[in-house]
């Protein structure tokens, strides 16, 4: 099992002939909206690997939690380890110039809201894989790291 411990956002993304200066509106081309998180980007990519995953992270109660969990949840990773916050699920707002260049904002919202006591849901065993990044608070990716050494020198006191 792959243990995911991470973001989970919906992507906002929009195009633009080029990118704008401070202060200067600039009319669009092209809007989307997307899947992302690079918590849920890891986990949607074991998961299309052939990886069985578990995703412990955090959306709000918004009409952007549907659009950020969609492609995990086709994708088949197990969301029981995702809660609800009373946070705004995470966005990042991206904008794209023509050349390829973009400009990111990112609102963490609920991926804030994953605590270090979130990690219980982890359910780790023997041989279990902890992927980590930094789109949650600090705090809980020590706790995940603490949790999956200890994991680990029990196994290896096991042997």
């Keep these: 099992m792959i243990v995911v411990v ?14 704008p200066t401070p202060g200067e509106t600039l009319q669009g081309s092209g809007f989307s909206t997307a ?15 052939g990886a069985e995953v578990r995703m412990i992270g955090a959306v709000g109660k918004d009409a952007f939690a549907g659009g950020a969990l969609a492609l995990l949840k086709s994708g088949g990773v197990d969301l029981s380890g995702v809660a609800e916050s009373a946070a705004s699920t995470g966005t990042a707002l991206i904008l794209v110039g023509g050349d390829g260049e973009n400009m990111i904002a990112v609102e963490a919202g609920a991926n804030g809201a994953v605590l270090p006591g979130d990690f219980v849901k982890a359910r780790l065993a023997k041989g279990d894989i902890v992927l980590l990044q930094h ?12 949790a999956a050494r200890a994991e680990t020198r029990a196994a290896l006191d096991a042997t």
């Design 135 to 146: 789109e949650i608070p600090l705090e809980t990716v020590k706790t995940a790291l603490d």
């Design 35 to 49: 899947p992302g998180g690079k918590g849920a980007n890891q986990a949607l990519a074991a998961a299309r690997a």
């Design 6 to 19: 991470g973001s989970i956002n919906l992507d906002l993304s929009a195009r633009l002939e080029r990118l």
